[in-house]
């Protein structure tokens, strides 16, 4: 199993240019969640989804679109890269129902100038 | 709002000696709790969680225990192993609230051989 697969695994950008990460599951997950670390910080949940064409505003949305058209997998995308952004985006999946810990993947860096 | 705070963001042992980390939690709707593991360039890593129900749960040398009057989580690690040293967070769950987890800082445990 993979569990939990980000592509791409780095990444830097211009100020002003789109890109979209990607998230794949193979653990049939229900749920999936984007998350923002920033250096010396913990996680902040930028949108989540409960399910299959669902998704829903976290903690800190502002700059950031998801789409989830299949179950198995969950789109970030930044419209207009800001510096700001330049961040280490983690995605996460859990099962539905009480007590699941949620199952990450390894990141992706993502540097703007 | 709800926080999770670890007390320390560094914490240095040395091999072989027991590891204490401990988090306070201010939601006390929260029924569900976890540490996650988080070494360099990766992921976090579930380690063992706890539900509200129950104030301690041993895992292989790890234990967790809950005091709920207090707010407060405790990771105890024994025998601290080299292999040990990473970034650990705890997290907060309300199980009604959509799977979301609410994370604390982080706290930075070195083992020095």
């Known amino acids: 199993n993979a569990g939990v697969t980000q592509t791409p695994k780095f990444r830097v950008l211009k100020t002003g240019q789109s890109m979209t990460l990607l998230c794949a599951q193979d653990?049939?997950?229900?749920?999936m969640y984007w998350y923002r670390q920033d250096p010396g910080m913990g996680l902040r949940l930028i949108h989540y989804?409960?399910?299959?064409?669902?998704?829903a505003k976290g903690e800190v949305p502002d700059g950031y679109n998801v789409s989830r058209l299949k179950k198995q997998n969950f789109l970030l995308g930044l419209e207009s890269a800001a510096p700001s952004q330049t961040s280490v985006y983690f995605c996460?999946?859990?099962?539905?129902?009480?007590?699941?810990?949620?199952?990450f993947g390894d990141g992706t860096r993502l540097s703007i100038l | 709002g709800e926080s999770v705070g670890l007390h320390l963001p560094t914490l240095s042992v040395q091999e072989g000696d027991n590891s204490i980390i401990n988090c306070a939690y201010s939601?006390?709707?929260?029924?569900?709790f976890i540490w996650y593991k988080q070494e360099s360039g990766k992921g976090p890593q579930f380690i063992i969680d706890?539900?509200?129900?129950?104030d301690k749960r041993q895992g292989q040398r790890v234990t967790v225990l809950l005091n709920k009057t207090v707010k407060h989580l405790s990771l105890q690690i024994a025998a601290t192993q080299p292999g040990d040293s990473a970034v650990y967070f705890c997290?907060?769950?309300?199980?009604?609230?959509?799977?979301?987890?609410?994370f604390g800082d982080g706290t930075t445990l070195t083992v020095k051989p």
């Open positions: 996460a999946s859990s099962l539905l129902g009480r007590n699941q810990p949620q199952h």
């Open positions: 653990m049939n997950h229900e749920y």
């Open positions: 989804s409960v399910g299959e064409g669902t998704t």
């Open positions: 939601n006390s709707a929260s029924d569900y």
């Open positions: 706890i539900r509200s129900n129950m």
């Open positions: 997290a907060e769950k309300v199980n009604t609230n959509a799977g979301k987890s609410t």
